[in-house]
T-cell receptor, first 113, second 114 residues
Framework: GDSVTQMEGPVTLSEEAFLTINCTYT??????LFWYVQYPGEGLQLLLK?????DKGSNKGFEATYRKETTSFHLEKGSVQVSDSAVYFC????????????FGTGTRLTIIP | GAVVSQHPSWVICKSGTSVKIECRSL??????MFWYRQFPKQSLMLMAT?????????EQGVEKDKFLINHASLTLSTLTVTSAHPEDSSFYIC??????????FGPGTRLLVL
């Protein structure tokens, strides 16, 4: 079945540091890939997505590129801020059917001033 | 746009009682909604897929008689935890599928069964 493996946390970085959160996936078809973010006390929000190989999703300074050859969708940001502190979830959705999401375990990110 | 609400945001109940959680898409219609359960420091586990006007589709291992789902309109789905027990304590999250297939998530409902 489909699965998503992401970097275990927690991750603690200083403000303005470079961020990478690794995510790899296993899927039978050609899934769409997502990063969701969950800020403290809030629900999940879609951060970015990519629907086919070599697509790059970007939002709020975050980027992730759909790499079919390495089955990866790593999340990156060049300079993190304290406000980026949250839990980040990588997820995939198989195209067709009801497009249900399969999530990774989440990575808690804390940015210190 | 694409706001999903849940009510209540938290609930405490006695063992053996039933609890109903509502999920509403506030500014769009959703023929499909999803219910997830999130354990502390773990990922979201899909419980069931709720389709408007039809029976929900449950994931393997989820008791359909325990977790009753009703999707009576294009903007409302409800999850009822029947005869709740302490092991049902968890964070329940719904999502609604919007235009283009993107899922929009509610803020979650924290259930504590005493």
């Amino acid at each position: 079945g489909d699965s998503v493996t992401q970097m275990e946390g927690p991750v603690t970085l200083s403000e303005e540091a470079f961020l990478t959160i690794n995510c790899t996936y296993t899927a039978t078809g050609y899934p769409s890939l997502f990063w969701y973010v969950q800020y403290p006390g809030e629900g999940l929000q879609l951060l970015l997505k990519a629907t086919k190989a070599d697509d790059k999703g970007s939002n709020k300074g975050f980027e992730a590129t759909y790499r079919k050859e390495t089955t990866s969708f790593h999340l990156e940001k060049g300079s993190v801020q304290v406000s980026d502190s949250a839990v980040y979830f990588c997820a995939l959705s198989e195209v067709g059917g009801n497009e249900k999401l399969t999530f990774g375990t989440g990575t808690r990110l804390t940015i210190i001033p | 746009g694409a706001v999903v609400s849940q009510h209540p945001s938290w609930v405490i109940c006695k063992s053996g009682t039933s609890v109903k959680i509502e999920c509403r898409s506030l500014d769009f219609q959703a023929t499909t909604m999803f219910w997830y359960r999130q354990f502390p420091k773990q990922s979201l586990m899909l419980m069931a897929t709720s389709n408007e006007g039809s029976k929900a589709t449950y994931e393997q291992g989820v008791e359909k008689d325990k977790f009753l789902i009703n999707h009576a309109s294009l903007t409302l789905s409800t999850l009822t935890v029947t005869s709740a027990h302490p092991e049902d304590s968890s964070f329940y999250i719904c999502s609604a599928r919007g235009w283009g297939g993107t899922q929009y998530f509610g803020p979650g409902t924290r259930l504590l069964v005493l």
